[in-house]
Nanobody, 129 residues
Framework: QVQLVESGGGLVQAGGSLRLSCAAS????????MGWFRQAAGKEREFVAA????????YYADSVKGRFTISRDNAKNTVYLQMNSLKPEDTAVYYC??????????????????????WGQGTQVTVSS
């Protein structure tokens, strides 16, 4: 069992930066791949980024590649999403999720929300133009 709590969201101007954190409780965090998803108002939830259990493998949506960086600190049971060069279209509720079933490598399979067993409640990110 993993409980996930996101933080770090807020209001930022276009071109600015935010760092989201996802704190996990439970012993399975360090053995799980982790992902970030987002959902804008009136739209489907979409994949943002994923990281393997060791951090050695990462995977990004094309829309954020080069601007966002996912990382993790297993000693702190926390996964991060550093977001730079933010755009108004990045406005959404951001969710972290845990995948204990496929922890070693992340790839196109990691884009599917159904791959993840545990989800946080989300944190709002608003980017003003």
């Amino acid at each position: 069992q993993v409980q996930l709590v996101e933080s770090g969201g807020g209001l930022v101007q276009a071109g600015g930066s935010l760092r989201l954190s996802c704190a996990a409780s439970g012993r399975t965090f360090s053995s799980s791949a982790m992902g970030w998803f987002r959902q804008a108002a009136g739209k489907e939830r979409e994949f943002v980024a994923a990281i393997s259990r060791t951090g050695g493998s990462t995977y990004y949506a094309d829309s954020v590649k080069g601007r966002f960086t996912i990382s993790r600190d297993n000693a702190k049971n926390t996964v991060y999403l550093q977001m730079n060069s933010l755009k108004p279209e990045d406005t959404a509720v951001y969710y972290c999720a845990a995948d204990p079933n496929n922890p070693w490598e992340v790839n196109t399979r990691s884009r599917g929300a159904a791959e993840y067993d545990y989800w946080g409640q989300g944190t709002q990110v608003t980017v003003s133009s």
